[in-house]
Structure formats: structure tokens, C-alpha cells
């Protein structure tokens, strides 16, 4: 049975940052491409950052490139994404995604399992 954890989301103001983490069981982080989504309220989900292959390999949706950098430890088993000058358009739900190898990187369809969420919320 593979889950997915995710924690460290929280408060923070414009331009400061948080590092999420999402914490696998059941499951080796090396074999599948993960990522990580957000959601808005109103809003569809939508992939802002991938990692594929041990690190060898990345992808960031525009709207976060330069901003934030997903990284995982196979090691521990976990992913994160360091989320650096944030933006009130930022605050949403964050969630991390297993999956495999096929589809869009940014494609909900394309990730079999899906943690519980953290919530991201940045005032102005």
C-alpha cells in the first residue's frame, strides 16, 4: 500500500518562503516520477513541478520557475519542494502525486496515488 504524507505548509507573508515535504511508505521514490500539484478554491488542479529518475530530471510549470525547486531523498523517502519569494497567488492546497512514467508531467491523469494535502496560504 504506497501513501503519500505531505506537511510544512502554513501562514507566511509575500516574499517569504516554506518547504514542503511529502513522506512515502510503501513505495521506492526512484522508480516513479513524482510531483506536485496545487489547488485553488474555484480553481482545477494543476502541476507546478516535477521530478523524474533520481533527480536527473525536472519540470516547472512558468509560474513558479525560478521561484521554486523539487527535490527528493531516496534515502529517506522523501520529496520537497523548497518554495522561495512567494506570492499571494500562491495560497492554495498542495498536494504530492506518485506515478508512473507516461503522460504530461503536469497531467493529473498521470499519477496513480495522492497524498491528503497541506494548505499554503500567503498574505499580502
Known amino acids: 500500500q504506497v501513501q503519500l504524507v505531505e506537511s510544512g505548509g502554513g501562514s507566511v507573508q509575500a516574499g517569504g518562503s516554506l518547504r514542503l515535504s511529502c513522506a512515502a511508505s510503501g513505495y521506492i521514490y526512484s522508480r516513479y516520477r513524482m510531483g506536485w500539484f496545487r489547488q485553488a478554491p474555484g480553481k482545477e488542479r494543476e502541476g507546478i513541478a516535477a521530478?523524474?529518475?533520481?533527480?536527473?530530471?525536472?519540470w516547472y510549470a512558468d509560474s513558479v520557475k525560478g521561484r521554486f525547486t523539487i527535490s527528493q531523498d531516496n534515502a529517506k523517502n522523501t520529496l520537497y519542494l523548497q518554495m522561495n519569494s512567494l506570492k499571494p497567488e500562491d495560497s492554495a492546497m498542495y498536494y504530492c502525486a506518485a506515478g508512473g512514467y507516461g503522460g504530461s508531467w503536469r497531467a493529473v491523469l498521470s499519477y496513480n496515488y495522492w497524498g491528503q494535502g497541506t494548505q499554503v496560504t500567503v498574505s499580502s
Open positions: 521530478i523524474f529518475s533520481a533527480g536527473s530530471t525536472t
